[in-house]
């Protein structure tokens, strides 16, 4: 059976994902034909860092730019080089030479330097390809799907609609329709039927009309966020949509940190990525956890038999 083929997008080069694919490299092989979107030269210089020999068949996708990479820094030049790195990965995946995108991780400080619009991966692809992209984190044991993700807590409450919410619900069932999901509350106690805040009242009217559309009840809330992980409850329900980013990162984080995986649904092509950041403090020193990203690649390639 031909083995897929996956465009690798390098991440933040300051940070410690041209690390993790070197040491993963001959593992990932055995499960696809890897392209990484990183030119030789910038490369020679990251193998010559980490003291290590460059696989004879680590094939290259040519990304024009040269940088002089600063281990732990944050710098607009390594911003641009990991965008750079990653819409070729797209493109590679929008004509058909790849079979989807994994990507290393970025630094969104270093993307705001480069003079870049974007908040990271997922809002890039959401307007590139003008379709709600949803950003779902976890690993076998636990997903959790944000309805909002990079965006300042203050604005959250506001930012639960109606609309906005059923149509991530039905963009959610189109994206994983079997499993049942349990909806998190935005409130302590999930609002106490309006003593605590009247927000899940729209969540649960959203939920409803999304359950009778569907013709089934996939979507279960609002449900009380500071109970929904606890052993009893999660073990009926390994999918989960927060509310805010930190609602449902801190838990699973906390639970699955090494075997996570980014999951982006909804979109025409297949990304997934690392479910952890550039680690300056480490990088360049041989002390990259690999796990995430073989997952990251694992998942890719079950989406595509899906």
């Given at each position: 059976m031909k083995k897929p083929t996956i465009a690798v997008s390098v991440g933040d080069l300051n940070g410690v994902g041209i690390e993790i694919a070197l040491k993963a490299h001959t593992e990932i092989s055995k499960l696809c034909h890897p392209i990484y979107c990183i030119n030789k030269e910038i490369l020679t210089q990251a193998c010559r860092l980490l003291k290590c020999e460059l696989p004879k068949d680590f094939q290259l996708h040519k990304v024009a730019g040269s940088l002089t990479i600063e281990p732990g820094k944050t710098t607009k030049e390594s911003g641009r080089y990991s965008y750079d790195s990653f819409m070729a990965a797209v493109k590679l995946c929008e004509e058909k030479r790849a079979d989807a995108v994994v990507t290393l991780p970025i630094h969104k400080e270093a993307w705001m330097m480069?003079?870049?619009?974007?908040?990271?991966?997922?809002?890039?692809?959401?307007?590139?390809?003008?379709?709600?992209?949803?950003?779902?984190?976890?690993?076998?044991?636990?997903?959790?799907?944000?309805?909002?993700?990079?965006?300042?807590?203050?604005?959250?409450?506001?930012?639960?609609q109606y609309d906005k919410l059923k149509e991530f619900f039905m963009d959610l069932h189109n994206s994983i329709q079997k499993p049942q999901i349990a909806v998190l509350g935005l409130n302590p106690h999930a609002g106490d039927n309006g003593v605590l805040g009247n927000e899940e009242l729209i969540i649960k009217e959203a939920i409803k009309n999304a359950n009778e559309e569907i013709g089934f009840k996939q979507f279960v809330g609002p449900v009380v966020p500071d109970v929904a992980f606890a052993p009893y409850f999660k073990d009926n329900y390994n999918y989960f949509v927060a509310m805010y980013h930190d609602q449902g990162l801190a838990p699973l984080k906390a639970l699955y940190f090494d075997e996570s995986v980014n999951i982006s649904l909804n979109l025409p092509i297949i990304r997934t990525s690392v479910d952890h950041g550039t680690a300056f403090d480490i990088a360049y020193k041989n002390k990259a956890n690999i796990l995430s990203y073989i997952n990251a690649v694992s998942s890719a390639i079950k989406l595509m038999q899906e």
């Open positions: 480069a003079g870049l619009e974007y908040k990271g991966h997922t809002d890039l692809l959401r307007k590139h390809f003008n379709k709600e992209a949803i950003m779902m984190l976890g690993c076998p044991q636990m997903f959790v799907a944000l309805f909002t993700e990079h965006i300042p807590l203050k604005d959250v409450a506001s930012s639960i």
